[in-house]
């Protein structure tokens, strides 16, 4: 139930914003921090970095991968049988966001942004929460998952150590 909590508390962020952001900056900029961060109403028609956007076939391709995507994130949600509340929150970050920028593309063929970083790109909550998820994704597979790439040696010891003890059958 938490999760389906932060899905709509996202998603309704996400798209609120947008709506606000139409609605009271329009073609405007405001600039919050000087240099640095303002809020600019852009719209991509591509992926992270305008990637694709002036194929024509881009918009087919987004949709397809992002239904693809929230298919095989929502039989994980339901069907997993891992209890890591990590995972189940990072899945659940992706899919919001996923599902925003979905939500735009089919309404206008294109996502709207509106953070804008000065030295970096524009983006908006959908962007931001698939980016945290991301990152949360790797950190759990580096460090949190059962058997993490840069996990505690004593975790991995006592694996290596518990199947040290099993017998084999030799047939006698």
């Known amino acids: 139930m938490v999760y389906l909590i932060i899905f709509f508390l996202l998603l309704t962020a996400d798209q609120l914003s947008k709506l606000l952001v139409d609605a009271y900056v329009g073609d405007g900029k405001i600039t919050v921090w000087e240099n640095i961060f303002s809020i600019v109403n852009t719209r991509n028609s591509g992926a992270a970095f305008s990637m694709l956007g002036k194929e024509d076939?881009?918009?087919?391709?987004?949709?397809?991968?992002t239904v693809l995507a929230v298919v095989l994130a929502l039989v994980y949600l339901i069907f997993s049988k891992k209890t890591s509340k990590w995972l189940n929150v990072t899945v659940t970050l992706i899919l919001a966001g996923a599902i925003g920028n979905f939500i735009d593309r089919l309404a206008f063929a294109e996502v709207r942004d509106f953070l804008?970083?000065?030295?970096?790109?524009?983006?908006n909550v959908a962007d931001v929460a698939i980016t945290v998820g991301a990152i949360m994704l790797f950190a759990?597979?580096?460090?949190?998952?059962?058997?993490?790439?840069?996990?505690?040696?004593?975790?991995k010891d006592k694996n290596v150590n518990d199947n040290i003890g099993e017998s084999v059958d030799d047939g006698n």
């Open 140 to 155: 759990y597979f580096l460090f949190i998952s059962d058997d993490p790439l840069f996990g505690s040696k004593k975790k």
């Open 116 to 123: 804008f970083i000065e030295f970096f790109a524009n983006c």
């Open 57 to 65: 076939w881009a918009q087919i391709f987004f949709i397809a991968v």
